[in-house]
């Protein structure tokens, strides 16, 4: 699986925007860069994907460079309730039984201060 | 309903019972998930299956064992568990890969299982 690199942990004031940046530099063309979060005791949440283009819905923006080697994940105004660890993965979407794995990495915990 | 449904919320037992995780998912999602989940750590992928089908073990032990009796519902039946296997069991489902517009889709994870082993 290609592997992603993020930083262990980020702070960030409430109602400002917070942006989390993600290496990988090994990515595939089939890979499609997912984002999810884990907020405290609860199972993890997807939040956005993208494959090249700038993606956006109602959770977040995800920003992807132009050699797809890193990607940012965008909050527009943190909130107490954005606090959580997120996980970017790469998910290789070619066909194979393999592909069905979505596999996480260690994450960045996000601390959001009021 | 957009929601995986995991029951028992809590679970504590001795190394020498039977127990079964339930998880239930009625948004159509053809492929499920079996993830633990240790403190402070990742989750952790241990069976997937496709139509019914289990088509990924993750190499888990055999007091693990997973049942898809349809396509809605996923097991996992519990015996002779060790303490360290107290952990968040959490259940994912999914569409297939990419569907025929060519959509790739995300998971939809449940709130877990909390498992202590005794």
């Known amino acids: 699986d290609a592997k992603t690199t993020q930083p262990n942990s980020m702070e960030s004031n409430e109602e400002e925007p917070v942006h989390l940046p993600c290496n990988h530099s090994?990515?595939?063309?089939?890979?499609?860069i997912h984002w999810y979060r884990q907020l405290p005791s609860q199972g993890p949440e997807y939040v956005i994907h993208?494959?090249?283009s700038n993606v956006n819905n109602r959770m977040a923006s995800l920003a992807i460079a132009e050699d797809r080697k890193s990607s940012t994940l965008i909050l527009h105004r943190a909130t107490l309730r954005d606090a959580a660890v997120y996980y970017c993965?790469?998910?290789?979407?070619?066909?194979?039984?393999?592909?069905?794995?979505?596999?996480f990495g260690k994450g960045t915990l996000l601390t959001v201060n009021p | 309903d957009t929601e995986v449904t995991q029951t028992p919320k809590h679970l504590v037992m001795g190394m020498t019972n039977k127990k079964s995780l339930k998880c239930e998912q009625h948004?159509?999602?053809?492929?499920m998930y079996w993830y633990k989940q240790k403190a402070k750590k990742p989750p952790e992928l241990m069976f997937v299956y496709s139509y019914e089908k289990l088509s990924i073990n993750e190499s888990v032990p055999s007091r693990f064992s997973p049942e898809c009796p349809n396509s809605s519902l996923l097991n996992l039946h519990l015996h002779a568990l060790q303490p360290e296997d107290s952990a968040l069991y959490l259940c994912?489902?999914?569409?297939?890969?990419?569907?025929?517009?060519?959509?790739?889709?995300?998971?939809?994870f449940g709130s877990g299982t909390r498992l202590t082993v005794v």
């Open positions: 090994t990515i595939s063309g089939t890979d499609y």
């Open positions: 993208g494959l090249t």
């Open positions: 994912a489902s999914s569409q297939v890969i990419r569907d025929r517009r060519n959509n790739v889709y995300g998971y939809t």
């Open positions: 993965i790469l998910r290789d979407v070619s066909s194979g039984g393999s592909n069905y794995k979505l596999t």
């Open positions: 948004m159509g999602h053809r492929a």
